[in-house]
């Protein structure tokens, strides 16, 4: 389990977290609508999961910490080692839990984990212009914007613009051994 000193805490997405996941994206349809598209079914979710199997994507529920409620999930998506150091992130609230504040302190968990724990230097966050709770978030949390990527993602039956967003490690910050020195 990892922890912060907030409301929230993050706990890896394993499969023993279906029932409960697919039943928080069924209630969350509307909340997501347009913006994403998470598994609502047994095999979806199994099907998804599969992604997290080589290291390059990390899953993570946001729970609360008083109840064990989850409030939203998190990826850490396409980690790149090398002089990169990066990953993309992709989040999303929970129907029940949303607005209150849990999304911001979950993602503020999930930067102190990517760049202290996992090493990482660099997050990006893709988020369609029209997304305003998501573009809220990032900006909360100090993430730059950097520029539109016309037609980014296929998602809801088309290819998306989105947003890129991005925000560096704090110095002094430990590189992972896979930097190279030169």
Same mark, same amino acid.
């Given at each position: 389990?990892?922890?912060?000193?907030?409301?929230?805490?993050?706990?890896?997405?394993?499969?023993?977290?279906?029932?409960?996941?697919?039943?928080?994206?069924?209630?969350?349809?509307?909340?997501?609508?347009?913006?994403? &598209?998470?598994?609502?079914?047994?095999?979806?979710?199994?099907?998804?999961?599969?992604?997290?199997?080589?290291?390059?994507?990390?899953?993570?529920?946001?729970?609360?910490?008083?109840?064990?409620?989850?409030?939203?999930?998190?990826?850490?998506?396409?980690?790149?080692?090398?002089?990169? &150091?990066?990953?993309?992130?992709?989040?999303?609230?929970?129907?029940?839990?949303?607005?209150? %504040?849990?999304?911001? *302190? %979950?993602?503020?968990?999930?930067? *102190?984990?990517?760049?202290?724990?996992?090493?990482?230097?660099?997050?990006?966050?893709?988020?369609?212009?029209?997304?305003?709770?998501?573009?809220?978030?990032?900006?909360?949390? %100090?993430?730059?914007?950097?520029?539109?990527?016309?037609?980014?993602?296929?998602?809801? %039956?088309?290819?998306?613009?989105?947003?890129?967003?991005?925000?560096?490690?704090?110095?002094?910050?430990?590189?992972?051994?896979?930097?190279? *020195?030169?």
């Amino acid at each position: 389990m990892l922890t912060n000193p907030s409301r929230v805490e993050l706990h890896p997405l394993t499969l023993s977290d279906q029932e409960e996941f697919c039943s928080l994206v069924r209630a969350s349809s509307e909340l997501h609508g347009p913006w994403m &598209q998470l598994p609502t079914t047994a095999e979806e979710f199994r099907t998804w999961m599969r992604r997290f199997d080589d290291g390059t994507n990390r899953g993570l529920l946001i729970r609360v910490r008083e109840t064990g409620a989850a409030a939203g999930m998190v990826n850490i998506n396409s980690v790149i080692r090398g002089r990169y &150091q990066g990953a993309s992130l992709g989040y999303a609230a929970f129907a029940p839990s949303a607005g209150r %504040g849990y999304m911001t *302190e %979950g993602l503020t968990a999930v930067l *102190e984990y990517a760049f202290t724990e996992l090493r990482l230097h660099r997050l990006e966050a893709n988020i369609q212009p029209g997304n305003k709770a998501s573009l809220a978030v990032v900006q909360r949390l %100090g993430f730059r914007y950097e520029g539109l990527s016309p037609d980014y993602l296929y998602i809801d %039956g088309g290819w998306r613009d989105h947003e890129r967003w991005a925000v560096t490690a704090p110095t002094p910050w430990t590189p992972d051994p896979s930097l190279p *020195e030169v």
